[in-house]
C-alpha cells in the first residue's frame, strides 16, 4: 500500500492568514493526489483533484500543487468557513490510501 | 443532480455480517464513467478506503477487508450494496457510500454517512 503522511496534524491560524498544508507519498503517485475538506459530522467535500485542478464551486482560494511524492495544499487567505479538517488521497492505485488529516483551527 | 443515501442497520452484533445499501438518484450505477464506492471513518479517525465496484461488476477491495467485503450492483434498483462479514468492535465507523470517477479517481460525490455501532 501507498502511505500518505501529512503535516502538520494540527494547524491554529487567523482569518486572512495564507495556510499551506502538506502530504508525502511513499512512492511516486504522479499527479494523483487529491484534497477533500471535512467539517464535524458531514461528508468530506472534493476541493481539489489531479494535484491542482478546483472542483467545480470550489473557492479559487484554495489551490494544490506538487508531483510524484510531494504535494501542498494552499489557501491564500483563511476565511471563517474553512476551519475543518483537510484530507489528501492518492487516487494512483488501489488501495486509495488517505493521509491521517490535517485540522486547522481557528487561534 | 446526483445524490447518493445510504441505508441499514445501524447496530449490528459481534460476527455478525453488516449489510449497508446505497442509494443513487439524479444518476445511474450504469454509467462507465464512475466507480461506486464504499469509505468509512471510525469515530475520531481517519477515513478508509474499504472498495468499489464498476457498471459491468468489476470490483475492487482494500486488502485488509478483502477476505470478508462483498460489494454488489442492482441496476434496476439504481443502488449498490456493500455486505462485512464477522464483524468485530473494530469495525464500528461512519460508513460513507460515493461516487469515485473514472479518469482522475477523485471521489467527487459523497452520501451524508450512516453510523454503525458493532456491540452485543
Known amino acids: 500500500d501507498i502511505q500518505m503522511t501529512q503535516s502538520p496534524s494540527s494547524l491554529s491560524a487567523s482569518v486572512g492568514d495564507r495556510v499551506t498544508i502538506a502530504c508525502r507519498a511513499s512512492q511516486s503517485i504522479s499527479s494523483y493526489l487529491n484534497w477533500y475538506q471535512q467539517k464535524p459530522g458531514k461528508a468530506p467535500k472534493l476541493l481539489i483533484y489531479a494535484t491542482s485542478s478546483l472542483q467545480s464551486g470550489v473557492p479559487s482560494r484554495f489551490s494544490g500543487s506538487g508531483s510524484g511524492t510531494d504535494f501542498t495544499l494552499t489557501i491564500s487567505s483563511l476565511q471563517p468557513e474553512d476551519f475543518a479538517t483537510y484530507y489528501c488521497q492518492q487516487s494512483y492505485s488501489t488501495p486509495h490510501t488517505f493521509g491521517q488529516g490535517t485540522k486547522l483551527e481557528i487561534k | 443532480q446526483v445524490q447518493l443515501q445510504e441505508s441499514g442497520p445501524g447496530l449490528v452484533k459481534p460476527s455478525e455480517t453488516l449489510s449497508l445499501t446505497c442509494t443513487v438518484s439524479?444518476?445511474?450505477?450504469?454509467?462507465?464513467?464512475?466507480?461506486w464506492s464504499w469509505i468509512r471513518q471510525p469515530p475520531g479517525k481517519g477515513l478508509e478506503w474499504i472498495g468499489y465496484i464498476y457498471y459491468t461488476g468489476s470490483t475492487n477491495f482494500n486488502p485488509s477487508l478483502k477476505s470478508r467485503v462483498t460489494i454488489s450492483l442492482d441496476t434496476s434498483k439504481n443502488q449498490f450494496s456493500l455486505k462485512l462479514s464477522s464483524v468485530t468492535a473494530a469495525d464500528t465507523a461512519v460508513y460513507y457510500c460515493a461516487r469515485r470517477r473514472f479518469g482522475d479517481g477523485a471521489v467527487d460525490i459523497w452520501g451524508q454517512g450512516t453510523m454503525v455501532t458493532v456491540s452485543s
Open positions: 439524479g444518476g445511474s450505477v450504469s454509467s462507465g464513467n464512475y466507480y
